[in-house]
Every structure is written in C-alpha cells, then in structure tokens.
C-alpha cells in the first residue's frame, strides 16, 4: 500500500492578499497546489488534499491529482484541519473492508514551491510505524514530516491553529532527520512577493 501524504491547504492564506495562492501559476497552466500535488504523486506516495469545506465548488483544474478531503473546522486553524482531513482518510479505509494500513504517513504544507521530489521521496523512505521523520537541509528541518501509525492518535486529537509542532518535540527521542540538499523544505510562499522570488528561483531548476 502507498503512503499516504496530506498537503495542508485549508489557510485562509492572509497574508496573500486577496488572489487565492494555491490557484497562483508556478507554470503556465499549472498552479502551486497541482505542483505540490504532482510532485508527491512522482515521489510514489497516495496523494491527498486537505481543503476548507467551502472549497467543494473550487476549479483545481485537469492537472489535480488525488483526494480531496473538506475541513469544516479549517477556520480554527491548520491543527483543526489535520485532524479533521485523517480522521476522513481512516473513515475511507475502514469502509474499504479489511484494508491493510500502512506503517506512516507524510504531512506537508502545499506552499513550498521549490520542494524537490527526491526529498519527498528520501523521508517516506526512511518512514516507520514507530518514529517521526523530517528533512533538514544545513542544519534547518522543514517538510514534509512523516508520522508513524504510533503517533496517529495524537494528530487525530490536534486542535486550533497549532499544528503538529508539539508532538515532534515531545518525541524527540523517536525523531530522525534525514539530511538533504534542499532548501525547498523551508523556504514558502507566504507573500506575493515571496512566491514571485521562489518561482523566478524555480525556473532554473
């Protein structure tokens, strides 16, 4: 069974301005979320979407791969949001009969527009039921972050604007790092401006 990973694309993304960022175009015809999208689904992992629940009727275009799963708690924030997009997945499972879950799961931000598929696919690689994997890049982690099936509990209980932060730290003794050259692992789109710098950087790759 592939792992699953959840891109985190429920923000309100305020700091944007008023255009939607998950729609703005890293490439002609292919937006930062179908990209974030795209990328995971190279790196063999089941792709799967976590969107606001007013986000039912939004165009993702030809090029969206995956799953989609609608937070109706998204306004409380991205822990709310987690939660609420696995305990979906799960649900799926179960309903699919006596499906095999598989050992770990990958959560990420969809706004890391410089993320390299070979990061994505190094940190499912080192994944495991019973620790907690993410990159690092010149001594600085970042995502995407892989949680093993120890640790689901815990994300289904995450509430409000709080993520998983927690959680690492309060494992850390079951935290690995796999280093990479990658500073796509941190570096986000947060602003216009920012998301311009990142793609302008993105077209020599």
Not at 77 to 89: K, P, R
């Amino acid at each position: 069974m592939a792992i699953p990973i959840f891109l985190l694309a429920a923000g309100l993304s305020q700091r944007f301005g008023e255009a939607d960022k998950r729609l703005a175009e890293l490439r002609p015809g292919c937006s930062m979320l179908a990209a974030m999208q795209r990328r995971a689904a190279r790196a063999g992992l089941d792709v799967n979407t976590i969107l606001r629940d007013t986000d039912r009727h939004l165009v993702l275009g030809e090029t969206s791969i995956g799953r989609c799963w609608y937070a109706t708690r998204a306004h409380q924030g991205m822990g709310s949001s987690l939660a609420e997009g696995l305990a979906q997945w799960l649900a799926a499972q179960g309903a699919g009969g006596n499906m095999p879950l598989p050992d770990a799961l990958l959560v990420m931000p969809a706004d890391l527009p410089l993320l390299r598929v070979s990061t994505v696919a190094a940190v499912s690689q080192a994944a495991a039921s019973d620790c907690i994997v993410r990159p690092r890049c010149a001594g600085k982690t970042g995502h995407p972050v892989a949680f093993g099936r120890q640790f689901w509990p815990e994300l289904l209980a995450l509430e409000g604007e709080f993520g998983a932060r927690a959680l690492i730290q309060a494992n850390a003794e079951r935290l690995n790092d796999v280093d990479v050259q990658d500073e796509g692992i941190y570096l986000d789109a947060d602003t216009p401006e920012q998301f311009e710098q990142l793609r302008a950087r993105l077209q020599h790759f």
